[in-house]
């Protein structure tokens, strides 16, 4: 650690330790850096060389407080080109650190690094890292922190210890070649041979045991459990045998707490609960477990991963204290509900409800100027050769698509293009705002499944106000589609099942207490309706984080102008911004 000024703190993420910080009036600046490097992991008896932060897999966390100006200087020591995704952070004005390749930034190439610098402005709470580029993120991603600000306490009651939990997917074989031999043939990617719990799968897999995550507990204390969702292309239950938890936080945002015994987290979100241990000693040690909600025809990994939940033994217990004893107890297992479960789903979201309260209201926008109507899901492309027969539907392609267009990747970022006033040839602003051919979307599917395919953007003026509906349709089955969009929180003030009608269920909404997130599942054969304001100038991606829907091209991009005001206009772009 090097201290250069009283009010800057430089230490690096790889430490991966709490400091104790001082307690300045302002937030401070305070210096990351992180290493992309390969690194060789063994999991499930298979060595496999994968692209790594800090030769850390799950990556460090990175700490912070709410008004701290972070500067985070990413280094590429791999052959891939890299960008990284801070997710949740609003990004107010600074674009040019988003992170996703080809959006605001091109990649960070071979050898080369660029600092990521951006403020956190009015949030608090659990976000996350992860690489913005092909699937690079099945391995490159970590937890972010951003504690209140000193002497601010949280709105429930303060945790004897905090735990961040990241769940994600572990592939024997490079991810990289299995989506880029998807993209190749048309047909789906093979999926992942586990889950894991900060980067452990756990002792229900083979040759597994020794790689399992144990949270180790005292009795009659309250926990507070920081999950992340990083898999690639799974919705997640979570349950803690003969245990309940409270919810009182999503996607970095505090809700009206609720108890329960399983969690619903989608890929992108995330979600704190606090465990109260129980208040004497139990003989006996619990798993913690999580496993996919599946909506989808296609396939995925009907597998469970598994943590321990273990009490610490008390001192004066000699008959439990051996190291051997612990085998000897009695294990627990939680009964997660079914893979298919869309009631169990819908019940646990719709009892998230944001605090509203005098400290932290519910900003939702009343009045709305611009109202947006996008259909998601599946389709078809034609072979990309002559005479080929692909491996996707009656030999076709696999693709996915927003109001029909499939999302065409640039090859200069789109934020540039824009700042410079060099769009022509990279992307054109014409995207829909409604379907170009209305059908029964959550009907019969229509006979012709192909979609188009573009570089399209949505152009908002600065301070217009939002309202999105999401519709989920029937071409090659419904499906559950998280929908992530960066530099903004949005309000989900209704959503249900069948085909959204205008006059009917805007009646509904709720503009009081709806929740506030930055990822948001539209329900498999319905429909989500969000609020938001478009008060953040440049280029922002919405995107599905099933990252095989990413990959088949379901994403779009947003244009918000910039306002009037000199605070109102995008910032210019840094010096060391990577160059295509």
């Not at 600092?115 to 972010?144: D, K």
């Not at 530099?487 to 929740?515: E, L, S, T």
Request: charged fraction near 15%.
């Amino acid at each position: 650690m090097a201290v250069s000024t009283a009010s800057q703190l430089f230490f690096y993420a790889f430490a991966c330790i709490l400091i104790v910080l001082p307690r300045p009036a302002f937030g401070i600046t305070r210096h990351y850096k992180l290493e992309i490097k390969m690194q060789n992991v063994t999991r499930l008896c298979h060595t496999r060389s994968i692209v790594s932060v800090n030769g850390q897999f799950p990556g460090p966390r990175l700490v912070a407080r709410e008004g701290d100006r972070l500067l985070i200087k990413v280094m590429n020591h791999v052959p891939n080109n890299i960008s990284m995704h801070w997710h949740g952070i609003r990004q107010l004005r600074s674009g040019w650190a988003d992170g996703p390749a080809y959006i605001t930034q091109c990649p960070i190439q071979t050898g080369q690094s660029y600092v990521y610098n951006y403020t956190v402005v009015g949030q608090r709470g659990t976000l996350w890292y992860h690489a913005h580029i092909s699937w690079l993120r099945s391995t490159l991603y970590g937890p972010i922190i951003i504690l209140p600000k000193y002497g601010v306490p949280y709105p429930f009651e303060k945790p004897y210890k905090e735990v961040p939990m990241i769940f994600g997917e572990w592939f024997n074989a490079d991810p990289e070649a299995i989506i880029n031999q998807a993209l190749q043939t048309g047909g789906g990617p093979n999926v992942s041979d586990a889950y894991t719990i900060n980067g452990l799968p756990g002792p229900l897999y083979n040759c597994s045991a020794k790689d399992t995550f144990k949270l180790r507990v005292r009795p009659g204390k309250t926990y507070l459990l920081r999950l992340i969702n990083a898999a690639l292309n799974d919705e997640l239950f979570f349950s803690i045998a003969n245990h309940t938890v409270t919810v009182v936080e999503a996607d970095a945002i505090y809700v009206k707490p609720f108890e329960t015994d399983t969690i619903l987290i989608a890929p992108g979100q995330t979600t704190n609960v606090l465990l109260k241990t129980k208040p004497k000693y139990p003989s006996a040690t619990f798993l913690m477990t999580a496993r996919p909600y599946v909506t989808g025809q296609g396939t995925f990994d009907n597998s469970t991963v598994a943590g321990i939940l273990e009490y610490e033994q008390p001192r004066n217990a000699k008959a439990i204290h051996s190291k051997t004893s612990i085998k000897n107890l009695p294990l627990f297992k939680p009964v997660l509900p079914a893979l298919n479960d869309t009631n169990f789903a819908t019940k646990f979201v719709n009892q998230l409800r944001s605090l509203d309260s005098k400290k932290y209201p519910a900003n939702v926008p009343k009045e709305v100027d611009q109202k947006f109507f996008f259909t998601v899901g599946l389709g078809t492309n034609p072979c990309s050769t002559k005479n080929q027969t692909c491996q996707g539907p009656n030999g076709t392609m696999f693709a996915a698509s927003i109001n029909n267009i499939s999302f065409t990747m640039p090859t200069a970022a789109l934020l540039q293009s824009h700042y410079f006033g060099r769009s022509n040839g990279v992307y054109r602003t014409d995207f829909p705002f409604d379907p170009l051919f209305p059908f029964n979307y959550t009907g019969n599917p229509p006979n012709n499944t192909m979609v188009s395919n573009g570089t399209k953007l949505l152009v908002l003026p600065f301070n217009t106000s939002v309202e999105l509906v999401m519709q989920d349709t029937s071409i090659l089955g419904l499906e559950s589609h998280p929908l992530h969009l960066h530099g903004f929180n949005f309000f989900v003030v209704g959503q249900g099942f069948g085909n959204f009608n205008p006059k009917k269920d805007p009646k509904n909404f709720n503009v009081v207490d709806p929740i506030e997130r930055n990822t948001v599942g539209v329900p498999s054969g319905g429909w989500v309706a969000i609020r938001f304001l478009a008060d953040n100038p440049g280029v922002w991606f919405m995107h599905c984080h099933l990252e095989v829907h990413t990959s088949w091209g379901l994403k779009m991009a947003w244009l918000v102008l910039d306002g009037d005001k000199s605070n109102q206009k995008l910032l210019p772009p840094p010096a060391d911004l990577p160059k295509c």
